[in-house]
């Protein structure tokens, strides 16, 4: 799959949930994460469960409660538009605080919030035990169609490359003394994007090439198939499994 590439999300460790293959951990979170939404919205303490059940995972896989909780501010739009919703939404009102809210409204918030929460939680715990190469592999493992693989592949990798050429625009235009602050400036910035578009344009092509010159024909070679025992599927079963208990309780109770 190519060589190793590490990213932002990731954390270096030698913890047992580091040791389980990709696959096995990517089975385990989309599991995990459909058992959550499938949980009625109005038993509140099965979502407390669900967040002891992420924080025991974090604290096996030795992820900082800091670290994860900076991961989670990706998720500030969706609270934001949550937050919106007791105010927008239509049906009976209550009055809180001395504010008109929509009760649909309440639990249609509580319902994102929670349910995008763990979800967002269970993710980045995946990143941070998983390197992007592994992730890959895990997908092509579990027999995703390799185009969508390759596509993910390519996009990840190119989108460190033109981060990496903005970043050298950036300090290139500070060398020359330009600094961005106001309308009159817009059209440095215009130019600048269109010399990032043709640089990663060719960039790509460059690629390309070299690719198509070692044989490339539209699959990329796998170096080393992973493959789990009994025990590494059973540990990593241990979290969806937990939270189908807590989910089928929430169901009857």
């Not at 499938?38 to 670290?67: E, K, N, Q």
């Not at 493992?141 to 990840?156: G, H, K, N």
């Not at 106001?182 to 994007?193: F, Y």
């Not at 092509?205 to 539209?218: D, F, K, P």
């Amino acid at each position: 799959m190519g060589a190793g590439h590490a990213h932002k999300l990731y954390r270096h460790g030698h913890s047992p949930v580091h040791a389980l293959p990709a696959h096995c951990k990517i089975a385990a979170v989309f599991c995990f994460v459909l058992i959550v939404v499938s949980t009625p919205r109005a038993a509140v303490w099965a979502f407390g469960l669900y967040a002891l059940l992420i924080a025991a995972a974090a604290a096996t896989a030795r992820v900082p409660a800091r670290f994860l909780l900076q991961r989670l501010l990706i998720e500030v739009p969706f609270v934001a538009f949550a937050l919106l919703m007791p105010f927008v939404a239509e049906g009976p009102r209550v009055h809180v605080g001395g504010l008109s809210l929509s009760a649909s409204g309440l639990w249609g918030a509580w319902n994102i919030l929670a349910k995008g929460t763990l979800g967002v939680a269970a993710s980045v715990l995946l990143a941070a035990t998983t390197e992007l190469r592994e992730l890959l592999l895990g997908l092509q493992r579990l027999r995703m169609p390799p185009l969508l693989v390759q596509i993910a592949s390519f996009m990840i990798r190119y989108g460190d490359v033109i981060t990496d050429e903005m970043r050298r625009m950036r300090i290139a235009r500070l060398s020359r003394g330009f600094e961005a602050r106001g309308l009159r400036h817009w059209g440095v910035l215009a130019k600048s994007a269109g010399a990032l578009f043709i640089r990663s344009y060719e960039r790509g092509e460059r690629v390309h090439l070299a690719m198509v010159s070692r044989g490339y024909t539209g699959t990329m070679p796998v170096i080393d198939a992973t493959t789990a025992t009994r025990t590494q599927w059973t540990r990593a079963a241990a979290l969806p499994f937990a939270a189908l208990a807590v989910c089928l309780l929430g169901w009857t109770l």
